[in-house]
Antibody
Framework: QVTLKESGPALVKPTQTLTLTCTLS??????????VTWIRQTPGKALEWLAR???????YYAASLKTRLTISKATSTNQVVLTMTNMDPVDTATYFC??????????????????WGQGTRVTVSS | DIQMTQSPSSLSASVGDRISITCRAS??????LNWYQHKAGTAPKLLIY???SLHSGVPSRFSGSGFGKDFTLTISSLQPEDFATYYC?????????FGQGTKLEIK
């Protein structure tokens, strides 16, 4: 069974760095084609895509947050780590990780998030 | 970035109703469009990908249509478990943008 589980602090102070971990089960980051993404939902707001990492260590970031985000993978523990620096109260949100699956219909490749974690709630407050 | 605009932002309906939610992209995205269902405190669920392909395990009362800029998610006969927030997401670009969501509430 494919699952993802987010973990990290529930509370961080402004200006601190947030580190979140996504633990994968039932699939491996070392397998060709595996991609994992982080998404957040701020209170009362929509979903916001943050970052993505692929099996070959290619990384992608949301332009508006690129200077603050770092995504990495630990193949030995099958985890994906997201760090966000200089946290602000507006970063209070539920953070989700999800697997990206690709439906291949050459020349078209359809990407979608087929399995999501339950999310981890992060509050930024002094 | 591509902007995705959903309408309506909220919708009240009754069990058994047929409802539709629309999503408009700021540019042509072909059929690179996904739909998700989200209930507070749970993991979002994929419903539709490639605009009209039903994800495995999703009930057939859900359907998607559209191409280019305009897309629609239809639920043919609302069930109690369908009351949730629905998001469209384009997968034409990276990063992939989400719509602002449509909250479906019980009338």
């Amino acid at each position: 069974q494919v699952t993802l589980k987010e973990s990290g602090p529930a509370l961080v102070k402004p200006t601190q760095t947030l580190t979140l971990t996504c633990t994968l089960s039932g699939f491996s980051l070392s397998n060709t084609g595996t991609r994992v993404t982080w998404i957040r939902q701020t209170p009362g707001k929509a979903l916001e895509w943050l970052a993505r990492i692929d099996w070959n260590d290619e990384k992608y970031y949301a332009a508006s947050l690129k200077t603050r985000l770092t995504i990495s993978k630990a193949t030995s523990t099958n985890q994906v780590v997201l760090t966000m620096t200089n946290m602000d109260p507006v970063d209070t949100a539920t953070y989700f990780c999800a697997r990206i699956w690709v439906d291949e219909r050459p020349p078209r490749y359809y990407f979608y998030m087929d399995v999501w974690g339950q999310g981890t709630r992060v509050t930024v407050s002094s | 970035d591509i902007q995705m605009t959903q309408s309506p932002s909220s919708l009240s309906a009754s069990v058994g109703d047929r409802i539709s939610i629309t999503c408009r992209a700021s540019q042509n995205i072909d059929n690179f469009l996904n739909w998700y269902q989200h209930k507070a405190g749970t993991a979002p669920k994929l419903l539709i990908y490639a605009a009209s392909s039903l994800h495995s395990g999703v009930p057939s009362r859900f359907s998607g249509s559209g191409f280019g800029k305009d897309f629609t998610l239809t639920i043919s006969s609302l069930q109690p478990e369908d009351f949730a927030t629905y998001y469209c997401q384009e997968s034409y670009t990276n990063p992939a943008s989400f719509g602002q969501g449509t909250k479906l509430e019980i009338k």
